[in-house]
């Protein structure tokens, strides 16, 4: 049962517009989000996040949009750089309760080409 | 300040043995979870350890086993090695064990089961 999906595997975007990753999820526990970007060889590292009260979170090149009616958050990337070509992962956590922990999408390659 | 550090970050072993991996989370955090990456499942969630004790656990067999140390530092043991255990390991540290809101990862270890 895939709570966290990333239905798309790969993306590939010029260099200079605008890369959209999208999530979709089905617990509707979860009430924090976040994005990991990986590279190859090294962990994932932590990008932005978004609390449930929000709809929108905003961090320079970066910003996470939340529709919780829809259980669906996505990440726009503003202009898109080569250095963005990374794996980036979906994550979501329930708040509240507790069990927590991070449930990971399986991730989407995003190819930025000069 | 220090990352997280992992060692080994390779290993082979044949099935049947036993494996450890450590876990060294970045200074002050007490919070060191574990995950399996594969490329057909992304990452899975394995446990959780804070303050010694194992607080959350995933849907993973009980022949992967973990332990934290009043250092934090962490292990995992991976007994009756299967080919299907092929994976990066990847050890996760955070200030607070819940909720977590950002967790800072490892370059991993890349296990291979042959």
């Not at chain 1, 517009?17 to 009430?31: A, E, G, H, P, V």
């Not at chain 2, 446990?47 to 009980?62: H, I, L, V």
């Amino acid at each position: 049962d895939q709570q966290v999906k990333q239905n798309s595997p790969s993306l590939s975007v010029q260099e200079g517009r605008i890369s959209i990753l999208n999530c979709d999820y089905t617990n509707s526990m979860f009430d924090y989000f976040l994005w990991y970007k990986k590279y190859p060889a090294e962990g994932p590292t932590f990008l932005i996040s978004i609390s449930s009260i929000k709809d929108k979170n905003e961090d320079g090149r970066f910003t996470v949009f939340l529709n919780k009616s829809a259980k669906h958050l996505s990440l726009h990337i503003v202009p898109s750089q080569p250095g963005d070509s990374a794996v980036y992962f979906c994550a979501a956590s329930a708040y509240r309760g507790s069990n927590y922990k991070l449930t990971f999408g399986k991730g989407t390659l995003l190819t930025v080409n000069p | 300040k220090a990352g997280v550090t992992q060692t080994p970050r390779y290993l082979i072993k044949t099935r049947g043995q036993q494996v450890t991996l450590s876990c060294s989370p970045i200074s002050g955090h007490r919070s060191v979870s574990w995950y399996q990456q594969t490329p057909g499942q992304g990452l899975q969630f394995l446990f959780e350890y804070f303050s010694e004790t194992q607080r959350n656990k995933g849907n993973f067999p009980g022949r992967f086993s973990g332990r934290q140390f009043s250092n934090s530092r962490s292990e995992m043991n991976v007994s009756t090695l299967e080919l299907g255990d092929s994976a990066l390991y990847l050890c996760a540290s955070s200030l607070v064990a819940r909720p977590v809101h950002e967790q800072y990862f490892g370059p991993g270890t890349r296990l291979t089961v042959t």
